[in-house]
């Protein structure tokens, strides 16, 4: 069975830095397809970054071009998502996934494809 288990969200104040994990059992991350969502309350759910299997980084968001990293510990079995320079508008609950899907609108998030965390917030105060 696939489980993926996020940890490291908080509370910080904007230009704050946090570093999400993502650990995965089931299935190797080297193998796989990982993306983060967030879900912000009253906005649509969306695709952030990703890392792919074959290395490839993707990013969704424009905001967070510059200030959010996404890497991979094969050996824990592990994803990162590393945000720096943190503003209010990151505020929201993030979601590690495998197989994720892109090009999704929607206001609720799509759980229905691929292998889901249980989320963890992350809230920034200006």
């Known amino acids: 069975e696939v489980q993926l288990v996020e940890s490291g969200g908080d509370s910080v104040t904007a230009g704050g830095s946090l570093r999400l994990s993502c650990t995965v059992s089931?299935?190797?991350?080297?193998?796989?397809?990982i993306g983060w969502y967030r879900h912000a309350p009253g906005q649509k759910c969306e695709l952030v970054l990703v890392?792919?299997?074959?290395?490839?980084?993707?990013y969704y968001v424009d905001s967070v071009k510059g200030r959010f990293n996404i890497s991979r510990d094969n050996t824990k079995n592990t994803v990162y998502l590393k945000m720096s320079s943190l503003q209010s508008e990151d505020t929201a609950v993030y979601y590690c996934?495998?197989?994720?899907?892109?090009?999704?609108?929607?206001?609720?998030?799509?759980?229905?494809?691929?292998?889901w965390g249980q989320g963890t917030q992350v809230t920034v105060s200006s």
């Open positions: 890392i792919n299997s074959d290395g490839g980084i993707y």
């Open positions: 089931g299935v190797g991350v080297a193998d796989s397809d």
């Open positions: 996934v495998k197989q994720y899907l892109v090009g999704y609108d929607g206001w609720e998030c799509p759980r229905f494809i691929g292998h």
